[in-house]
Structures are given as C-alpha cells and as structure tokens.
Nanobody, 114 residues
Framework: QVQLVESGGGLVQPGGSLRLSCAAS????????MGWYRQAPGKERELVAI???????NYIDSVKGRFTISRSIAKSTVYLQMTSLKPEDTAVYYC????????WGQGTQVTVSS
C-alpha cells in the first residue's frame, strides 16, 4: 500500500511563495505519473500540475509560469513550487500517484490572503 504525505501548506500573502512536498512510502520511479490537485470550497477537485514517469510536466493554464512541479527520485518526493500566489489559489492541495491504481495524500491547506 502506497502512502503519500503532503507538507508545506500554510497562510501566505498575495504575491508570496510556498513549496509543497509529497513524500511517498515507496519509490516514485514506478509510478506512471504524479500530480498535484486542489479543491477549493464549493468547487470540484482539479488537476493543477502533473509529472510523468519520463519527467514530462504539464499545468493548468491558470498556474503556468507561476507553479513548478518537480521530483526527487532519490528522496521519493514530489514538489510543487508556487510563486506569485493569488487569493484564487486558496484550496486544499492533494498529491496523487498513478500506477494503474490511484493513491491520494491527506491534503494540505494553502490560504492566500492579506
């Protein structure tokens, strides 16, 4: 059973930065892809960024140029570097790993507010 543990969320002012981490219990090399999703109150969960097993990345339009997904295979960790944060980025952010089966972390709250 794969376990994913997110960290790094918090309260930040507009224009600020945060880095989220997702530590996996096993090697992330075997996953087809890993991604970060977010869910704001009253909204559906949406895919924010994804990194494939080959290292290809993709982002939703609203975060392009501001967010960067990366990984450390040695540390079995995926990161989401978020810069120029906006109030509309406020949500619970979830890590997902896809290996045929899908695995989810417990989520970490990101609040962007002055």
């Amino acid at each position: 059973q794969v376990q994913l543990v997110e960290s790094g969320g918090g309260l930040v002012q507009p224009g600020g930065s945060l880095r989220l981490s997702c530590a996996a219990s096993g090697s992330i090399f075997s996953f087809n892809s890993m991604g970060w999703y977010r869910q704001a109150p009253g909204k559906e969960r949406e895919l924010v960024a994804i990194i494939t097993g080959g290292g290809t990345t993709n982002y939703i339009d609203s975060v392009k140029g501001r967010f960067t997904i990366s990984r450390s295979i040695a540390k079995s960790t995926v990161y989401l570097q978020m810069t120029s944060l906006k109030p509309e980025d406020t949500a619970v952010y979830y890590c997902n790993a896809n290996s045929g089966s899908g695995y989810w972390g417990q989520g970490t709250q990101v609040t962007v507010s002055s």
